[in-house]
């Protein structure tokens, strides 16, 4: 199962999330006036997210050459990938869905004179 493809797909998928987040998170940040920590992360520096990717591929492809390290190893590190993948949809769902899921409005709001 743990092909160089497979991981390159895996690391694509990582990329097109980190990107459509930014993407995302900056046109959240445009509508609301105000965004949750998350929305304003992913517009300061979710360019550095970018790593994830980079450090995740360049270790599943040197595990995966190695010829000492064993099967379930290798296995492991590409499913480290998967779960990274389902990590960083996590947060970008957060960051770009949070912002609406918000009710404005307080106790205080409905009493002031």
Known sequence: MFSTRNALLVALMQISVIVSGVMGAGVVLRILERAPASTRFLVDYGVTLM????????SAVVVR?????????KTAAFWLGCVLLLGLIAFVACALIGPWMVVDGGLGDAHEV
Do not use: Y
Not at 65 to 73: G, L, N
């Open 65 to 73: 050459s190695r010829s000492a390290i064993s099967e379930s190893a």
């Open 51 to 58: 790593a994830i990717p980079l450090v995740w591929i360049t």
